[in-house]
């Protein structure tokens, strides 16, 4: 039998990063993903204590915030992006402009999502929720307007920690949610029951979180000595959109951003499927998507690890290397999947009893939890992990075409075949989620292989 020799690569091929230098950036990243992590589930443990009304009406407005910071977080994302591949063709000039239209553009969709949620609360909370529970409804109005307004600091902080992490400085990312939660930790210890305000409480604690965060990442990104940066107040040039930049960025950002929201509107609209189960199940799915979030971290560490690593590779057009490093990067996806979601398999029964579930509620999300766990350390590293790093490369009209189908057929389509044909019930909405994730790993896996991806540059 004849065995192929395996071409050995050239000296300089994985030179680029070394593995400290990987661990550097992407350790701070993981930390910094563990920390925004726990915003969400901090609020919801903590409003535990009110009654299951409120962890339901916390849980019901997080996936709606989820689905609309997603706009311009993936601006965020496609400014980076561009501001990387900038950054690694060494054109500062127009990686420092790409930087401050990133914050003008996003802190403009931003700010026009708040006013729109603050005005049309109600309505939106309609659509979402039945009304089978009044209760609910009127605690996920008042959580819905009061986080409604953190968004626009929440994209001034998002913009500022995407542009230092293209500079190689995720320890300030890691700083800013590591204040977000002690703020956010603080407030909900004073307002929620001392003070008697409940979910409110909650909400007004993570708002302050992100004003706090915001305003330092203000002080940073306005130093003229940072080899990307913002503009400062007063400056020529501060309210100044530039056309063909924003063009670039929304070249990347909006096809990044309608996958994003599709997915998250896909997840609202079986939200509102689940939102017709009797309360104890609504509760039990809140919880479920907050505990199975500790999986996320590896991934959502290497979705922002690859916009630099891979970015700046795409950009100086070291096509090799760029491959290279995105077999890397997949190998220790997989390696840091491991453990989070082992956990998740072996703890997922006393992971669950820690939110006060009724007794009905508690055997079904442990069983949910206990799937999720095993089946994310297969599926989910080339489910996701080869989406962030096409998109980094700039290849993201090819994730759409991979995503939007897939979710809205399998992910949201078997939700309710499940539900109504199989009587399958919260378990038939999470093994809908689960096919998802078979047909996107296939789609990016083949497209990894193909090295098409390798072509895309953004500038």
């Known amino acids: 039998m004849m065995f192929r020799r395996k071409k050995a690569l050239s000296p300089e091929i994985g030179t680029t990063f ?70 690694g063709n060494k054109d500062l000039e127009n990686g420092r402009i790409s930087s401050h239209q990133l914050l003008l553009s996003s802190v403009s969709i931003a700010s026009v999502l708040a006013i729109l949620l603050v005005a049309f609360n109600r309505p939106i909370m309609r659509l979402m929720d039945s009304g089978n529970d009044p209760v609910v409804f009127e605690q996920a109005c008042t959580y819905l307007i009061i986080t409604a ?33 002690i703020v956010n930790i603080t407030g909900n210890a004073i307002l929620i029951h001392p003070c008697g305000l409940g979910v409110a409480g909650a909400a007004l604690a993570t708002l302050l979180g992100h004003i706090v965060a915001s305003v330092i990442v203000c002080r940073l990104m306005f130093n003229p000595h940072l080899p990307l940066h913002f503009i400062k107040p007063g400056q020529p040039g501060f309210f100044r959109f530039k056309g063909d930049m924003i063009k670039r960025i929304m ?107 009724s007794a009905e509620a508690v055997p079904v999300a442990s069983q949910i939890v206990f799937l999720f766990g095993f089946l994310s350390i297969i599926m989910y590293a ?27 057929i399998l992910r949201l389509g078997f939700s309710y075949l499940f539900v109504y044909a199989f009587d399958l019930s919260l378990l038939g909405v999470w093994l809908a989620m689960h096919l998802d994730w078979i047909a996107r790993a296939i789609g990016f896996l083949s497209r990894f292989l193909s090295k098409k991806w390798l072509n895309k540059r953004a500038i």
Request: glycine share 8%.
């Open 18 to 87: 070394s593995n400290k230098d990987l661990l550097r950036l992407i350790l701070p990243l993981l930390g910094e993903q563990l920390l925004a992590t726990m915003v969400g589930i901090i609020d919801t443990a903590m409003v535990s204590g009110v009654g299951e009304s409120a962890v339901a009406a916390v849980s019901l407005v997080n996936t709606l915030n989820i689905c609309l910071v997603q706009l311009f977080i993936s601006m965020c994302a496609g400014g980076s992006i561009i501001a990387s591949q900038y950054f």
């Open 149 to 181: 307004i953190s968004y626009p600091f929440t994209a001034i902080q998002s913009s500022g920690v995407s542009l230092l992490r293209v500079m190689g400085n995720t320890k300030v990312s890691l700083y800013s949610s590591l204040i977000v939660n």
């Open 251 to 357: 070249r990347l950002g909006v096809p990044s951003g309608i996958e994003n929201s599709i997915f998250q509107f896909g997840r609202l609209l079986v939200t509102s499927l689940v939102a017709t189960f009797p309360t104890a199940l609504r509760a039990a799915h809140g919880i479920c998507n907050s505990v199975t979030s500790f999986a996320y971290l590896p991934n959502s560490a290497l979705a922002l690890a690859a916009i630099t690593v891979i970015g700046r590779l795409i950009g100086a057009n070291q096509k090799e290397e760029a491959w290279y490093y995105g077999k890397k990067l997949l190998r220790w996806l997989y390696v840091a999947l491991l453990p989070t979601n082992l956990i998740l398999c072996f703890f997922s029964t006393p992971l669950v009893r820690l939110f006060n579930l």
């Open 382 to 408: 080339p489910a996701f992990g080869l989406g962030s790093i096409l998109r980094a490369a700039g290849d993201v009209r090819y994730t759409v075409w991979v995503s939007i189908p897939s979710m809205l």
